[in-house]
């Protein structure tokens, strides 16, 4: 920088970045689909690689949005059987449609029951407060619960559900540069982009207020031709 020019960061229209950062799309991917991923692709890839998900293993997903899409298209194209948590029965279409063998409504205590012990691995993608004991309980004997959702309340955690099921309680955060290309080859080789919404850039604030008010399925995408 010579301090002088100014710059526009994501906005650019050029950059120059070492080659050690790069990272390469694979053509099976379409541009648009394949933006988000590095974000949300490779936030719900990585946790669910490092807890060594499985053909015929029981994934959950909790929250169906832009991170929980992504879970479910993921663990599904791994061969998990998934199951999405959600509190608004009308995403059990989409769930379906991304792949999710099974939808459980999270504010039925009766259907919360009817999973306890079931999974090996449960992705909480929510970043609202919510209780995680329930999904402590659904995890079977070293099950892992992975937090990725960012939330600014403090959550109580029983630990006895811990105790008795030698269950783990972790949280993961996107992945380095290796694994992210790594999540992109996977994702080219499965046909998984993110579902997309895009946009034009005079509508950026209408955007970001529908996504205040959970509006998009699942991802708004800029296109930068419109800048």
């Given amino acids: 920088m010579d301090e002088k020019t100014p710059t526009y960061g994501g906005y650019s229209n050029q950059i120059v970045v070492d080659e050690n950062y790069v990272l390469r799309i694979p053509s099976s991917l379409p541009p648009a689909g394949a933006a988000p991923l590095l974000c949300a692709g490779i936030t719900t890839y990585s946790p669910l690689k490092r807890f060594g998900v499985k053909p015929g ?31 608004s029965p009308r995403k059990q279409e989409d769930a379906k449609r991304l792949g999710a063998t099974n939808f459980v409504v999270s504010k039925d205590p009766e259907a919360m029951k009817s999973v306890a012990g079931r999974f090996n691995v449960i992705l909480d993608t929510v970043s609202g ?22 939330s600014v309340e403090p959550a109580p955690i029983l630990t006895f559900p811990m105790i008795i099921g030698r269950r783990r309680m972790a949280g993961s955060i996107i992945g380095g540069i290796r694994e992210t290309q790594e999540m992109l080859d996977f994702c080219g080789k499965n046909n998984i982009p993110s579902d997309v919404e895009v946009i034009a850039i005079k509508d950026l604030e209408k955007a970001y207020d529908r996504t205040v008010k959970g509006d998009v399925r699942y991802r708004f995408v800029i296109d930068m031709t419109t800048l």
Wanted: proline share 0%; hydrophobic share 50%.
């Fill in 57 to 87: 293993d029981r994934v959950g997903v909790v929250g169906l949005g832009g991170l929980g899409h992504m879970g479910v298209k993921i663990a599904r194209a791994m061969g998990a059987e998934v199951t999405v948590f959600s509190t």
């Fill in 129 to 150: 407060a919510h209780d995680m004991n329930a999904y402590l309980n659904a995890l079977r004997r070293d099950g892992t619960l992975v937090v990725v959702g960012v």
